[in-house]
């Protein structure tokens, strides 16, 4: 059964015990990994004589797995873990140090349903050299750099892509379908632009992610955290940009370290750390589409549990009441960044779980119930523009607003929750209206200080207790709604 992965990996071997099969697949890694930081130092520190050919040119891991139509399984409740056609499934696989467990969840609920072994061997992807010696190319000269071309791959934009994530990888004959949403060299691409954009390791990432636009509601996390790593028995630690690591010493023996970075990066992020790792990250992603797309596009390699914009938006209804929040239950995508993966014509579905949890939030933290939660809480449409000053097209507008009922104009929101459909991450929105233009209610500076005193806690509050809320039921939080019918089995 491994004839059709030995056309793409070599010294395949059949694991039937996650934990084995895991560990196997570090050591390929890591002796990859080792190899080629001991070549590059050598090149680095004298020149590449005495050093033969391809002495660099190490692989990455790869796993496969071929079912027949006996080993199917037939409880159509599963939304991941299993194979729905028979055939042969395969990806190539990176840093085992930061995704071994949710490799060995993926591959025991393979073996779970299946009953067949899987394959481990050394994938015919080469390891990018920038993947693995972070700063190699940084600075080299002209001729250093045309020896490290002699042995080392470096990245290949023509394999990295998201034709997976988007359907656009259509299976051809005899080749194994993909296992996973993204290749190894995928994964890596974002793993080193993640640092770039948040100014903070990889590593610290949790599972529960909170987006939002505005650095108070950061200032507020940052204040919630540290009362939590100071007081609390939940969270190990507070990572903020530039790896400065507060411990909380009644969780974790580790001293405090790093240093704040003299400018911020261009889309701080913040970890409130679980040993779990099913704590909550918040990333400032700043203003507009453009931003939101960049930012989801590298979380989502992550593989995180979900995320969750809290921002502001421009309410749209007389109704509604500046502090007012709109909880998102359809979007309008103007936004125009994603249609060449996510097309305008398809469906953008609110995800039940999420939106239950956001609702009962507000509730909890409000106090309020019954009508008084619905008169201040409002469920509803929200457009999304790529143009911050949309009010000026008031005319052009007015129809698009009109047909779609909205509630509410934004710049983010349905741009994450494309790419959450897109990249099968359960997402949400939960906005606070903070100015009603077409009503003449302007956000000026005085009318800003007053709604940020009164509202952004609260708004934190209410997206904190929401992961709580989702934290305590995981396994129903990743919907059948996101997956497709011919889809890969890792979540």
Not at 104 to 113: C, D, K, T, V
Not at 396 to 413: K, W
Not at 426 to 453: I, M, N, Q, W
Request: with cysteine; hydrophobic share 40%.
């Amino acid at each position: 059964m491994d004839n059709v992965f030995s056309r793409f990996a070599e010294d395949l071997k059949p694991f039937t015990d996650p934990d084995a099969a895991v560990a196997h697949i570090a050591s390929i890694y890591q002796f990859g990994a080792d190899t080629m930081r001991r070549v590059h130092d050598q090149i680095a520190a004298g020149g590449a004589d005495g050093i033969p050919a391809g002495a660099g040119d190490l692989r990455y891991p790869y796993v496969g797995i071929s079912v027949g139509p006996s080993d199917l399984s037939v409880d159509t409740r599963l939304s991941y873990g299993v194979l729905s056609d028979p055939g042969a499934y395969a990806i190539t696989l990176t840093q085992p140090d930061l995704f071994g467990g949710y490799y060995r969840e993926q591959l025991a609920l393979l073996m779970q349903h299946h009953k067949v072994p899987v394959w481990i061997g050394i994938s015919s992807r080469p390891m990018p050299l920038p993947f693995v010696v972070s700063g190699s190319t940084a600075g080299v000269t002209e001729r250093r750099m045309r020896e490290m071309l002699e042995y080392f791959a470096m990245p290949d934009l023509g394999m990295i892509d998201d034709s997976i994530a988007n359907g656009a990888r259509i299976p051809m004959e005899g080749t194994p379908r993909p296992l996973a949403l993204f290749s190894a060299e995928r994964v890596d691409f974002s793993l080193h632009r993640l640092p770039h954009y948040t100014g903070t390791s990889v590593k610290y990432f949790q599972r529960f992610v909170l987006l939002t636009n505005y650095q108070r509601y950061v200032e507020a996390f940052r204040a919630f955290a540290r009362k939590e790593v100071e007081d609390g028995n939940e969270y190990a630690a507070l990572v903020e940009p530039g790896d400065v690591y507060v411990p909380n010493p009644r969780l974790t023996k580790q001293a405090a370290f790093g240093e704040t970075p003299q400018y911020l990066p261009q889309m701080p992020a913040y970890h409130l750390v679980r040993p779990d790792g099913n704590g909550i990250t918040m990333v400032n992603i700043g203003v507009g589409p453009s931003n939101a797309k960049t930012i989801t596009d590298h979380i989502a390699v992550l593989r995180p549990h979900c995320w969750i914009m809290l921002g502001h938006c421009a309410g749209l209804r007389r109704s509604q009441f500046l502090g007012d929040y709109v909880l998102a239950h359809a979007y309008a995508r103007d936004d125009h960044v994603l249609d060449g993966d996510v097309p305008p014509y398809v469906p953008i579905p609110p995800i039940a779980e999420i939106q239950v949890a956001m609702q009962e939030a507000v509730a909890h933290v409000t106090g309020l119930t019954g009508l008084d939660l619905k008169t201040r809480m409002r469920t509803g449409t929200v457009y999304t523009t790529d143009d911050r000053h949309w009010e000026l097209r008031y005319r052009d507008l007015y129809p698009r607003l009109y047909q779609t009922r909205a509630i509410a104009v934004d710049m983010e929101s349905a741009t994450i929750a494309a790419n959450g459909y897109r990249f099968r991450v359960p997402y949400g929105t939960l906005l606070c209206v903070s100015d009603k233009p077409y009503h003449g209610e302007l956000k000026t500076k005085d009318a800003a200080d007053s709604f940020y005193r009164e509202r952004v806690r609260q708004h934190l509050v209410i997206g904190i207790e929401t992961m709580r809320l989702l934290r305590e039921s995981i396994d129903r939080l990743h919907s059948r709604k996101l997956r497709s019918f011919d889809e890969p089995a890792f979540r």
